[in-house]
Protein backbone atom coordinates (compact mmCIF):
# COMPACT_ATOMS: atom_id res chain seq x y z
CA UNK A 1 0.00 0.00 0.00
CA UNK A 2 1.22 3.43 -0.71
CA UNK A 3 2.03 6.05 1.77
CA UNK A 4 3.25 9.10 2.24
CA UNK A 5 3.54 10.34 6.11
CA UNK A 6 3.95 13.52 6.78
CA UNK A 7 5.48 15.00 9.83
CA UNK A 8 3.49 16.73 13.09
CA UNK A 9 1.69 20.07 13.26
CA UNK A 10 4.16 23.09 13.72
CA UNK A 11 4.01 26.21 15.80
CA UNK A 12 6.78 29.16 15.44
CA UNK A 13 7.79 32.33 15.10
CA UNK A 14 8.26 34.74 12.24
CA UNK A 15 11.77 34.56 11.74
CA UNK A 16 12.37 31.09 12.87
CA UNK A 17 13.37 28.41 10.21
CA UNK A 18 11.44 25.07 9.62
CA UNK A 19 11.83 21.05 7.62
CA UNK A 20 9.23 19.56 7.35
CA UNK A 21 9.17 16.12 6.10
CA UNK A 22 7.14 13.39 3.74
CA UNK A 23 7.75 9.36 4.29
CA UNK A 24 6.76 7.50 1.36
CA UNK A 25 6.47 3.40 1.58
CA UNK A 26 4.58 0.83 -0.26
CA UNK A 27 6.39 1.84 -3.43
CA UNK A 28 9.93 2.74 -5.16
CA UNK A 29 10.99 5.90 -4.04
CA UNK A 30 13.32 6.59 -6.17
CA UNK A 31 11.25 6.36 -9.26
CA UNK A 32 8.46 8.79 -8.77
CA UNK A 33 8.51 12.89 -8.36
CA UNK A 34 7.16 14.11 -5.22
CA UNK A 35 5.24 17.40 -4.85
CA UNK A 36 4.25 20.33 -2.13
CA UNK A 37 0.87 21.85 -2.37
CA UNK A 38 0.05 24.64 -0.03
CA UNK A 39 -3.65 25.65 1.30
CA UNK A 40 -4.27 28.74 3.29
CA UNK A 41 -6.82 28.84 5.36
CA UNK A 42 -10.21 28.47 3.75
CA UNK A 43 -8.83 28.80 0.82
CA UNK A 44 -8.06 26.35 -2.24
CA UNK A 45 -4.78 24.41 -3.34
CA UNK A 46 -1.62 25.95 -4.34
CA UNK A 47 1.26 23.92 -5.98
CA UNK A 48 4.49 24.54 -4.59
CA UNK A 49 7.22 22.35 -6.36
CA UNK A 50 8.19 18.84 -7.44
CA UNK A 51 11.11 16.90 -7.05
CA UNK A 52 12.39 13.78 -8.69
CA UNK A 53 13.73 11.32 -5.53
CA UNK A 54 15.90 9.51 -8.01
CA UNK A 55 17.83 12.58 -8.57
CA UNK A 56 16.91 15.05 -6.78
CA UNK A 57 15.98 17.17 -10.09
CA UNK A 58 13.67 20.21 -8.42
CA UNK A 59 11.20 22.54 -10.46
CA UNK A 60 9.66 25.16 -8.41
CA UNK A 61 6.78 27.55 -9.34
CA UNK A 62 8.01 31.18 -9.73
CA UNK A 63 5.56 32.02 -6.57
CA UNK A 64 7.26 29.77 -4.44
CA UNK A 65 10.81 29.80 -6.20
CA UNK A 66 12.98 31.30 -3.45
CA UNK A 67 10.71 31.14 -0.98
CA UNK A 68 11.27 27.91 0.18
CA UNK A 69 13.74 24.60 -1.02
CA UNK A 70 12.47 21.00 -1.78
CA UNK A 71 14.56 18.11 -1.02
CA UNK A 72 14.58 14.76 -0.92
CA UNK A 73 16.79 11.69 0.73
CA UNK A 74 16.46 8.80 -0.79
CA UNK A 75 18.38 6.60 1.84
CA UNK A 76 15.36 7.31 4.25
CA UNK A 77 12.71 7.72 1.54
CA UNK A 78 11.78 11.03 3.02
CA UNK A 79 11.05 14.53 0.83
CA UNK A 80 11.57 17.65 2.85
CA UNK A 81 9.99 21.22 2.61
CA UNK A 82 12.55 23.92 4.52
CA UNK A 83 12.12 27.39 5.09
CA UNK A 84 15.05 29.41 6.55
CA UNK A 85 12.96 32.68 7.54
CA UNK A 86 9.05 31.99 8.43
CA UNK A 87 6.77 34.71 7.96
CA UNK A 88 2.56 34.73 9.09
CA UNK A 89 1.56 34.40 5.25
CA UNK A 90 3.27 31.16 5.93
CA UNK A 91 0.53 29.76 7.84
CA UNK A 92 -0.98 27.18 6.27
CA UNK A 93 -1.82 23.36 5.53
CA UNK A 94 0.99 21.12 3.67
CA UNK A 95 0.62 18.21 1.67
CA UNK A 96 2.87 16.28 0.39
CA UNK A 97 1.88 14.13 -2.74
CA UNK A 98 3.32 11.53 -5.19
CA UNK A 99 2.85 11.94 -9.12
CA UNK A 100 1.22 8.95 -10.61
CA UNK A 101 3.62 7.49 -12.92
CA UNK A 102 2.47 9.94 -16.42
CA UNK A 103 3.57 12.78 -13.77
CA UNK A 104 0.55 14.37 -15.05
CA UNK A 105 -1.40 13.96 -12.28
CA UNK A 106 -0.84 12.91 -8.34
CA UNK A 107 -2.43 10.10 -7.19
CA UNK A 108 -1.21 9.60 -3.70
CA UNK A 109 -1.75 12.35 -0.67
CA UNK A 110 -0.03 12.57 2.75
CA UNK A 111 -2.32 13.82 5.76
CA UNK A 112 -0.93 16.82 5.63
CA UNK A 113 1.39 19.42 8.12
CA UNK A 114 -0.56 22.78 9.71
CA UNK A 115 2.20 25.00 9.43
CA UNK A 116 0.98 28.03 12.01
CA UNK A 117 3.38 31.16 12.31
CA UNK A 118 2.64 33.39 14.78
CA UNK A 119 4.20 35.96 17.39
CA UNK B 1 0.76 30.80 -15.52
CA UNK B 2 -2.74 29.11 -16.97
CA UNK B 3 -5.41 30.55 -14.50
CA UNK B 4 -8.15 27.75 -13.99
CA UNK B 5 -11.75 29.12 -13.36
CA UNK B 6 -14.46 26.19 -12.12
CA UNK B 7 -17.89 27.16 -11.76
CA UNK B 8 -20.25 27.35 -10.01
CA UNK B 9 -18.20 28.55 -6.67
CA UNK B 10 -20.81 26.59 -4.92
CA UNK B 11 -23.92 24.68 -5.30
CA UNK B 12 -26.58 23.13 -3.07
CA UNK B 13 -28.07 19.71 -4.55
CA UNK B 14 -30.43 16.53 -2.88
CA UNK B 15 -29.33 12.98 -2.92
CA UNK B 16 -30.07 11.73 -6.07
CA UNK B 17 -29.48 14.59 -8.64
CA UNK B 18 -27.20 15.32 -11.38
CA UNK B 19 -24.14 17.29 -10.39
CA UNK B 20 -22.14 18.87 -13.28
CA UNK B 21 -19.22 21.27 -12.27
CA UNK B 22 -16.98 23.10 -15.21
CA UNK B 23 -13.35 24.13 -15.09
CA UNK B 24 -12.30 26.60 -17.74
CA UNK B 25 -8.80 27.17 -18.61
CA UNK B 26 -7.10 30.37 -19.71
CA UNK B 27 -5.54 28.59 -22.51
CA UNK B 28 -5.87 25.22 -24.23
CA UNK B 29 -4.57 22.51 -22.07
CA UNK B 30 -5.41 19.60 -24.60
CA UNK B 31 -6.78 16.97 -21.91
CA UNK B 32 -3.81 17.46 -19.00
CA UNK B 33 -6.70 18.13 -16.53
CA UNK B 34 -7.49 16.10 -13.20
CA UNK B 35 -10.04 16.50 -10.76
CA UNK B 36 -10.18 15.87 -6.82
CA UNK B 37 -12.36 15.55 -4.23
CA UNK B 38 -11.63 17.06 -0.90
CA UNK B 39 -13.38 16.67 2.15
CA UNK B 40 -13.14 18.62 5.60
CA UNK B 41 -9.88 18.47 7.35
CA UNK B 42 -8.79 15.96 5.07
CA UNK B 43 -5.87 15.54 2.56
CA UNK B 44 -7.51 15.47 -1.74
CA UNK B 45 -8.56 12.51 -3.60
CA UNK B 46 -7.83 11.66 -7.02
CA UNK B 47 -11.30 11.39 -9.10
CA UNK B 48 -10.42 11.89 -12.81
CA UNK B 49 -7.06 12.30 -14.72
CA UNK B 50 -6.21 13.07 -17.83
CA UNK B 51 -9.93 14.96 -18.44
CA UNK B 52 -11.93 11.82 -18.66
CA UNK B 53 -10.16 8.82 -17.12
CA UNK B 54 -11.33 7.04 -13.98
CA UNK B 55 -8.56 6.69 -10.96
CA UNK B 56 -8.68 3.06 -9.86
CA UNK B 57 -11.58 2.91 -7.00
CA UNK B 58 -13.58 5.41 -7.63
CA UNK B 59 -17.44 5.01 -8.13
CA UNK B 60 -18.62 4.65 -11.73
CA UNK B 61 -20.78 7.62 -10.74
CA UNK B 62 -18.21 10.11 -11.42
CA UNK B 63 -16.98 10.86 -15.40
CA UNK B 64 -15.20 13.69 -16.76
CA UNK B 65 -14.87 15.22 -20.29
CA UNK B 66 -13.55 18.19 -22.10
CA UNK B 67 -10.37 18.90 -24.11
CA UNK B 68 -8.54 22.22 -24.58
CA UNK B 69 -10.28 24.99 -22.65
CA UNK B 70 -13.31 23.33 -21.49
CA UNK B 71 -13.90 20.48 -18.87
CA UNK B 72 -16.86 19.51 -16.81
CA UNK B 73 -17.38 17.05 -14.24
CA UNK B 74 -20.21 15.51 -13.27
CA UNK B 75 -21.85 12.56 -10.59
CA UNK B 76 -24.76 11.07 -12.61
CA UNK B 77 -26.45 10.58 -8.81
CA UNK B 78 -25.22 12.42 -6.13
CA UNK B 79 -24.56 10.11 -2.70
CA UNK B 80 -24.34 11.45 0.82
CA UNK B 81 -20.30 10.37 0.59
CA UNK B 82 -19.90 13.08 -2.34
CA UNK B 83 -20.71 16.39 -0.37
CA UNK B 84 -17.68 18.03 -0.45
CA UNK B 85 -15.51 20.34 -2.24
CA UNK B 86 -14.22 19.19 -6.19
CA UNK B 87 -10.69 20.80 -7.65
CA UNK B 88 -9.81 20.82 -11.06
CA UNK B 89 -5.97 21.27 -11.84
CA UNK B 90 -3.89 21.52 -15.09
CA UNK B 91 -0.48 19.61 -16.02
CA UNK B 92 -0.29 20.73 -19.21
CA UNK B 93 2.50 23.21 -18.15
CA UNK B 94 4.41 23.90 -14.94
CA UNK B 95 3.64 25.52 -12.88
CA UNK B 96 0.66 23.68 -11.93
CA UNK B 97 -2.47 25.06 -11.01
CA UNK B 98 -5.64 24.59 -9.80
CA UNK B 99 -8.94 26.02 -9.66
CA UNK B 100 -10.70 27.56 -7.17
CA UNK B 101 -12.97 24.94 -5.97
CA UNK B 102 -16.64 24.08 -6.00
CA UNK B 103 -18.05 23.11 -2.71
CA UNK B 104 -21.32 20.73 -3.08
CA UNK B 105 -23.58 21.00 0.13
CA UNK B 106 -26.65 19.33 1.21
CA UNK B 107 -30.11 20.87 -0.12
Known amino acids: EVQLVQSGAEVKKPGESLKISCKGSGYIFTSYWIGWVR?????????????????????YSPSFQGQVTISADKSVSTAYLQWSSLKASDTAMYYCARLGSSARHIDYWGQGTLVTVSS | DIQMTQSPSSLSASVGDRVTITCRASQSISSYLNWYQQKPGKAPKLLIYAASSLQSGVPSRFSGSG????????????QPEDFATYHCQQSYRTPWTFGQGTKVEIK
Open chain 1, 39 to 59: QMPGKGLEWMGIIYAGDSDTR
Open chain 2, 67 to 78: SGTDFTLTISSL
